[in-house]
């Protein structure tokens, strides 16, 4: 396996199945933003992952510090099923006054796992060990 295919099993689909449990799909564009390249050149292996940047305030639980424009508000008052029941202008004025749900919580625990320091020591890890067992697999002529 190659190290694009260990960010994609480890990193990315944790993450998407956490963005699902923390019910972050209203509108999709948290999920849909998530990608990744892979690069290969003969002396490393680069993989960048890429997200929505309000992942990180999600995770933190200070989306509050650049809260979401009123569109975005509007899609997701509209996704939710609740247009016409919640006042968008209402919503966004909530969140600056008092922060969101997950301003509250001080973040997603699951976001917090998955995205942090220990979590991308532990999957360089399996792609060093896995390197190594190619390296010592391999038929030398």
Same mark, same amino acid.
């Given at each position: 396996m190659d190290l694009a295919a260990i960010v994609d099993d480890e990193f990315i689909q944790p993450l998407r199945g &956490?963005? !699902?449990?923390?019910?972050?799909v209203?509108? $999709?564009?948290?999920? /849909? *933003?998530? +990608?990744?390249? +892979?690069? =290969?050149?003969? /002396?490393?292996?680069? !993989?960048? !992952?890429y997200a929505? *940047?309000?992942?990180? #305030?999600? $995770?933190? %639980?200070?989306?509050? =510090? *650049?809260?979401? =424009?009123?569109? /975005?508000?509007?899609?997701? !008052?509209? &996704? =939710? %099923?609740? +247009? %016409?029941?919640?006042d968008p202008y209402a919503v966004l004025g909530t969140i600056l006054s008092e922060g969101t749900s997950w301003d509250k919580l001080g973040g997603s625990v699951l976001?917090? #796992?998955?995205i942090s320091e220990e979590n991308i020591k532990r999957i360089t890890d399996i792609a060093v060990e896995q390197k190594k067992q190619e390296l010592i697999n391999f038929k030398w002529l």
């Open positions: &956490a963005i !699902v449990a923390e019910d972050m209203a509108t $999709r564009q948290l999920i /849909d *933003s998530l +990608s990744f390249e +892979s690069e =290969k050149t003969p /002396d490393k292996d680069t !993989v960048r !992952v929505q *940047s309000y992942i990180l #305030e999600l $995770r933190d %639980g200070e989306q509050y =510090k *650049s809260p979401p =424009k009123i569109e /975005d508000i509007e899609l997701w !008052v509209e &996704a =939710k %099923g609740l +247009s %016409g029941i919640l976001l917090q #796992e998955i």
